[in-house]
């Protein structure tokens, strides 16, 4: 019994850290998408091809690679991170480059004539983005952008390898120190599992709250 | 030889492994994948049961927490004795047979289902029916999904060397470590897993392309 409260107490500590990662990283992500899908869909030529080739690069090489490149390589450069920024850093470049195409796609969606309009009616570009098109692409992002952020919660488990103690971590930890690793790598899926159904919630009552809201502009 | 082609071919020699994990765990996930998406369909409602209970757990567990699980769980039971490739390949394969399952399942429900009832109709039994007439139809919807599949599990496989599987991954970290080239060395196995998903995206898009039905409308992935 005393036991398993200290393998507890420590996993709960890994929770935190996992809690502070995730925390720190989802709305990184989400800017850098939306940063990047408009430069994609509205930028020059050059910043189309940069917005492109990073999310390329960041889609086609997994994420353990991108976040020893951060951690090991970039020192070498003159840039040291500590691994809780490196971690974070890697986290919401990867999110970022998924959650752009997300929401490319759903400002592609949105009608053209909508842009003209606002355009003839003498607002500014900028404005139109703003108050016209990315309100209604964020509606229509949701559920890929929600997939992304279940798949960053999971992928938060990659922190220990820049030797971060986040669930997963303290996960082995509390493995080798009980000698129970079923048990407890078992409780820790279950534990994340439940971080998921919440993200998932969470998703589903932003969802309903967004449609209530535009069935009363439609009504 | 230069540094970059020596380098090169040391990586390339562990990707023989990552291939083959990729290619046991695809494998795996399809074999099993098909039957249980056409579970969740047509099964009996404790079958789809167990399935959702299943798939909850390997698509709601990060893949390295199934790995340790596999490898460092199933180790320390009584009697099994799992290598850490065999241990790589069942994680990363269970958990891609949830995630295609998944996608079969909803290539399933793009085919029109009158033409179910007709071949049922006709007197047609269901497996014979679901085997010529919905499956030729529903891979086809699914081909974009698997391809994404490919892309997801490939990179997957990079985390195979935390169970110590000697695959690129873990022939890049030895290769940083002794020869202290840590930029060379991580960008080339960056741009080898690059080129890698590149390539196995074309040969995807090039079936997709071949086994076309003109009409039948495509597309569902996996998001991500």
Same mark, same amino acid.
């Given at each position: 019994?005393?036991?398993?409260?200290?393998?507890?107490?420590?996993?709960?500590?890994?929770?935190?850290?996992?809690?502070? $990662?995730?925390?720190?990283?989802?709305?990184?992500?989400?800017?850098?998408? +939306?940063?990047?899908?408009?430069?994609?869909?509205?930028?020059?030529?050059?910043?189309? +091809?940069?917005?492109?080739?990073?999310?390329?690069?960041?889609?086609?090489?997994?994420?353990?690679?991108?976040?020893?490149?951060?951690?090991?390589?970039?020192?070498?450069?003159?840039?040291?991170?500590?691994?809780?920024?490196?971690?974070?850093?890697?986290?919401?470049?990867?999110?970022?480059?998924? #959650?752009?195409?997300?929401?490319?796609?759903?400002?592609?969606?949105?009608?053209?004539?909508?842009?003209?309009?606002?355009?003839?009616?003498?607002?500014?570009? $900028?404005?139109?983005?703003?108050?016209?098109?990315?309100?209604?692409?964020?509606? &229509?992002?949701?559920?890929?952008?929600?997939?992304?952020?279940?798949?960053?919660? &999971?992928?938060?488990?990659?922190?220990?390898?820049?030797?971060?103690?986040?669930?997963?971590?303290?996960?082995?930890?509390?493995?080798?120190?009980?000698?129970?690793?079923?048990?407890?790598?078992?409780?820790?899926?279950?534990?994340?599992?439940?971080?998921? +159904?919440?993200?998932?919630?969470?998703?589903?009552?932003?969802?309903? #709250?967004?449609?209530?809201?535009?069935?009363?502009?439609?009504? | 030889?230069?540094?970059? =082609?020596?380098?090169?071919?040391?990586?390339?020699?562990?990707?023989?492994?990552?291939?083959?994990?990729?290619?046991?765990?695809?494998?795996?996930? %399809?074999?099993?994948?098909?039957?249980?998406?056409?579970?969740?369909? %047509?099964?009996? *409602?404790?079958?789809?049961?167990?399935?959702?209970?299943?798939?909850?757990? /390997?698509?709601? %567990?990060?893949?390295?927490?199934?790995?340790?699980?596999?490898?460092?769980?199933?180790?320390?039971?009584?009697?099994?004795?799992?290598?850490?490739?065999?241990? @790589?390949?069942?994680?990363?394969?269970?958990?891609?047979?949830?995630?295609?399952?998944?996608?079969?399942?909803?290539?399933?429900?793009?085919?029109?289902?009158?033409?179910?009832?007709?071949?049922?109709?006709?007197?047609?039994?269901?497996?014979?029916?679901?085997?010529?007439?919905? /499956?030729?139809?529903?891979?086809?919807? @699914?081909?974009?999904?698997?391809?994404?599949?490919? @892309?997801?599990?490939?990179?997957?496989?990079?985390?195979? %060397?935390?169970?110590?599987?000697?695959?690129?991954?873990?022939? =890049?970290?030895?290769?940083?470590?002794?020869?202290?080239?840590?930029?060379?060395?991580?960008?080339?196995?960056?741009?080898?897993? *690059?080129?890698?998903?590149?390539?196995?995206?074309?040969?995807?898009?090039?079936?997709?392309?071949?086994?076309?039905?003109?009409?039948?409308?495509?597309?569902?992935?996996?998001?991500?």
């Amino acid at each position: 019994m005393s036991e398993w409260s200290s393998v507890l107490a420590g996993l709960l500590d890994g929770l935190t850290m996992t809690l502070r $990662l995730v925390a720190a990283s989802i709305p990184l992500g989400l800017l850098l998408g +939306a940063a990047t899908a408009l430069a994609r869909a509205y930028g020059p030529l050059p910043a189309r +091809a940069v917005a492109a080739a990073y999310q390329s690069a960041f889609r086609g090489v997994p994420l353990v690679v991108q976040l020893f490149i951060l951690y090991y390589v970039l020192p070498r450069w003159g840039l040291t991170l500590s691994p809780f920024a490196a971690a974070v850093a890697a986290f919401a470049l990867c999110s970022g480059a998924y #959650h752009s195409e997300y929401i490319r796609s759903a400002i592609l969606s949105i009608s053209p004539g909508q842009m003209e309009a606002a355009r003839a009616l003498g607002m500014p570009r $900028l404005a139109a983005v703003r108050s016209i098109i990315l309100p209604q692409a964020a509606r &229509k992002a949701v559920p890929g952008c929600g997939n992304e952020i279940v798949y960053l919660v &999971k992928y938060s488990s990659l922190a220990y390898l820049v030797t971060l103690v986040d669930l997963a971590g303290a996960g082995r930890l509390q493995a080798y120190a009980s000698f129970r690793f079923f048990e407890v790598f078992l409780v820790v899926g279950l534990i994340y599992l439940a971080m998921v +159904a919440v993200v998932r919630a969470c998703l589903l009552l932003l969802q309903r #709250h967004w449609r209530r809201s535009t069935a009363a502009i439609r009504a | 030889m230069s540094e970059i =082609a020596r380098f090169t071919l040391f990586l390339l020699d562990g990707a023989g492994t990552t291939l083959l994990v990729l290619a046991g765990a695809l494998g795996a996930g %399809f074999l099993l994948g098909i039957p249980i998406g056409i579970l969740h369909v %047509f099964g009996p *409602w404790p079958v789809r049961l167990v399935l959702r209970g299943l798939d909850l757990v /390997l698509r709601g %567990f990060p893949a390295i927490v199934l790995l340790f699980l596999f490898y460092f769980g199933l180790g320390s039971v009584e009697g099994v004795d799992l290598s850490s490739l065999q241990a @790589a390949i069942l994680a990363l394969g269970l958990r891609s047979a949830a995630y295609q399952g998944r996608l079969v399942r909803g290539a399933i429900g793009m085919v029109e289902p009158g033409q179910l009832e007709a071949a049922r109709s006709l007197g047609m039994p269901l497996v014979t029916a679901v085997r010529l007439i919905v /499956l030729p139809q529903a891979i086809r919807c @699914a081909l974009p999904g698997f391809a994404n599949e490919y @892309a997801v599990v490939l990179k997957d496989t990079a985390l195979a %060397f935390t169970v110590g599987v000697v695959e690129m991954m873990s022939r =890049a970290k030895f290769l940083a470590a002794s020869t202290r080239q840590l930029t060379l060395v991580y960008l080339l196995v960056a741009v080898v897993y *690059w080129a890698l998903t590149q390539a196995g995206l074309l040969v995807f898009s090039a079936t997709e392309r071949r086994t076309r039905i003109p009409g039948l409308g495509t597309d569902l992935r996996r998001v991500r």
